[in-house]
Protein backbone atom coordinates (compact mmCIF):
# COMPACT_ATOMS: atom_id res chain seq x y z
CA UNK A 1 0.00 0.00 0.00
CA UNK A 2 1.36 3.29 -1.05
CA UNK A 3 1.04 6.29 1.37
CA UNK A 4 -1.25 8.76 0.07
CA UNK A 5 0.36 12.64 0.73
CA UNK A 6 -1.24 15.50 1.64
CA UNK A 7 -1.25 18.13 -0.52
CA UNK A 8 0.59 21.50 -0.06
CA UNK A 9 -0.84 24.44 -0.42
CA UNK A 10 1.28 27.45 -0.85
CA UNK A 11 1.34 30.17 1.68
CA UNK A 12 0.35 32.77 -1.41
CA UNK A 13 -2.74 30.93 -1.82
CA UNK A 14 -5.76 32.75 -2.06
CA UNK A 15 -7.23 29.76 -0.21
CA UNK A 16 -5.26 30.38 2.68
CA UNK A 17 -6.38 34.14 3.30
CA UNK A 18 -9.18 34.57 6.19
CA UNK A 19 -13.07 35.37 5.25
CA UNK A 20 -14.19 38.69 6.17
CA UNK A 21 -17.63 38.64 6.53
CA UNK A 22 -19.75 41.59 4.95
CA UNK A 23 -23.13 42.24 3.62
CA UNK A 24 -24.68 43.17 0.36
CA UNK A 25 -26.92 45.75 -0.24
CA UNK A 26 -30.17 44.91 -0.79
CA UNK A 27 -31.27 46.48 -4.71
CA UNK A 28 -34.32 45.89 -6.68
CA UNK A 29 -34.31 44.85 -10.10
CA UNK A 30 -35.24 47.21 -12.77
CA UNK A 31 -39.06 45.37 -13.04
CA UNK A 32 -39.80 45.96 -9.62
CA UNK A 33 -41.40 49.15 -9.04
CA UNK A 34 -40.47 50.67 -5.49
CA UNK A 35 -43.15 50.80 -2.84
CA UNK A 36 -44.85 54.52 -1.82
CA UNK A 37 -43.80 54.64 1.89
CA UNK A 38 -47.00 55.26 3.57
CA UNK A 39 -47.72 58.37 4.91
CA UNK A 40 -47.67 58.09 8.87
CA UNK A 41 -49.93 60.42 10.92
CA UNK A 42 -49.04 62.42 13.66
CA UNK A 43 -49.57 60.57 16.83
CA UNK A 44 -50.23 64.00 18.61
CA UNK A 45 -52.80 65.09 16.07
CA UNK A 46 -56.68 65.24 16.82
CA UNK A 47 -57.71 64.41 13.25
CA UNK A 48 -59.57 61.02 12.96
CA UNK A 49 -59.04 59.10 9.60
CA UNK A 50 -61.87 56.89 8.75
CA UNK A 51 -61.18 53.08 8.40
CA UNK A 52 -62.01 51.26 5.54
CA UNK A 53 -62.59 47.73 5.65
CA UNK A 54 -62.12 45.86 2.47
CA UNK A 55 -65.13 44.17 0.97
CA UNK A 56 -65.02 40.48 1.35
CA UNK A 57 -66.58 37.71 -0.77
CA UNK A 58 -69.40 35.86 0.35
CA UNK A 59 -67.84 32.35 0.74
CA UNK A 60 -70.75 30.33 -0.35
CA UNK A 61 -70.47 30.95 -2.85
CA UNK A 62 -68.15 29.17 -5.01
CA UNK A 63 -65.76 31.41 -7.39
CA UNK A 64 -66.80 31.12 -11.02
CA UNK A 65 -62.67 30.18 -11.50
CA UNK A 66 -61.54 28.33 -8.23
CA UNK A 67 -61.87 25.33 -6.88
CA UNK A 68 -64.88 23.89 -5.47
CA UNK A 69 -63.24 23.70 -1.96
CA UNK A 70 -62.33 27.15 -1.61
CA UNK A 71 -66.41 28.32 -1.40
CA UNK A 72 -66.19 26.09 1.81
CA UNK A 73 -65.78 26.76 5.56
CA UNK A 74 -63.27 25.63 7.66
CA UNK A 75 -63.80 23.43 10.60
CA UNK A 76 -61.55 20.69 12.55
CA UNK A 77 -62.52 17.99 14.01
CA UNK A 78 -61.13 14.79 16.20
CA UNK A 79 -62.07 11.10 14.37
CA UNK A 80 -61.13 8.08 16.60
CA UNK A 81 -58.41 5.88 14.55
CA UNK A 82 -61.00 3.53 13.57
CA UNK A 83 -62.95 5.91 12.44
CA UNK A 84 -60.36 7.38 9.90
CA UNK A 85 -59.60 3.86 9.00
CA UNK A 86 -63.19 3.15 8.08
CA UNK A 87 -63.43 6.41 6.64
CA UNK A 88 -60.66 5.88 4.16
CA UNK A 89 -62.20 1.96 3.15
CA UNK A 90 -65.31 3.62 2.31
CA UNK A 91 -63.67 6.10 0.76
CA UNK A 92 -61.78 3.66 -1.33
CA UNK A 93 -64.82 1.50 -2.10
CA UNK A 94 -67.15 4.65 -3.23
CA UNK A 95 -64.17 6.05 -5.29
CA UNK A 96 -63.77 2.24 -7.25
CA UNK A 97 -67.27 1.78 -8.23
CA UNK A 98 -67.35 5.34 -10.15
CA UNK A 99 -68.87 5.43 -13.18
CA UNK A 100 -68.22 9.25 -13.64
CA UNK A 101 -64.96 10.99 -12.54
CA UNK A 102 -66.18 14.58 -13.03
CA UNK A 103 -65.40 15.27 -9.45
CA UNK A 104 -62.86 14.03 -6.67
CA UNK A 105 -64.28 11.83 -3.77
CA UNK A 106 -62.20 12.43 -0.64
CA UNK A 107 -62.81 11.89 2.87
CA UNK A 108 -64.08 15.48 3.35
CA UNK A 109 -66.83 14.84 0.91
CA UNK A 110 -68.10 11.63 3.24
CA UNK A 111 -67.66 13.67 5.85
CA UNK A 112 -70.18 16.84 4.42
CA UNK A 113 -72.52 13.82 3.37
CA UNK A 114 -72.60 12.66 7.16
CA UNK A 115 -73.20 16.09 8.24
CA UNK A 116 -76.12 16.32 6.14
CA UNK A 117 -77.80 13.38 7.01
CA UNK A 118 -77.09 14.28 10.81
CA UNK A 119 -79.06 17.53 9.86
CA UNK A 120 -81.37 15.89 7.82
CA UNK A 121 -82.32 13.62 11.13
CA UNK A 122 -81.83 16.36 13.89
CA UNK A 123 -85.62 16.06 15.63
CA UNK A 124 -84.22 12.77 16.38
CA UNK A 125 -81.73 13.28 18.25
CA UNK A 126 -82.16 12.73 21.91
CA UNK A 127 -79.29 12.15 25.18
CA UNK A 128 -76.69 13.53 27.25
CA UNK A 129 -73.75 11.56 26.12
CA UNK A 130 -72.28 10.77 22.51
CA UNK A 131 -73.17 7.27 22.73
CA UNK A 132 -76.67 8.30 23.71
CA UNK A 133 -76.94 10.75 20.97
CA UNK A 134 -75.75 8.41 18.41
CA UNK A 135 -77.68 5.45 19.07
CA UNK A 136 -80.97 8.41 18.93
CA UNK A 137 -79.69 9.06 15.69
CA UNK A 138 -79.55 5.34 14.11
CA UNK A 139 -82.31 3.88 12.19
CA UNK A 140 -84.98 2.07 14.52
CA UNK A 141 -84.41 -1.68 14.02
CA UNK A 142 -88.06 -3.63 13.75
CA UNK A 143 -88.32 -6.52 15.65
Do not use: Y
Not at 36 to 57: A, F, G, H, K, Q
Amino acid sequence: MSRRERSVVPASSPIRTPLQPHVEPITRSAEQPKRPTPEVPDSRSTEVTESVTPEVPDSRTPAPDGPRWAALERKETRLRADQVQDLAALRRRVSAQRTKRSEIITDNTLIRIAVDLLLDQGERLAGDTEAELLRSARPRRRS
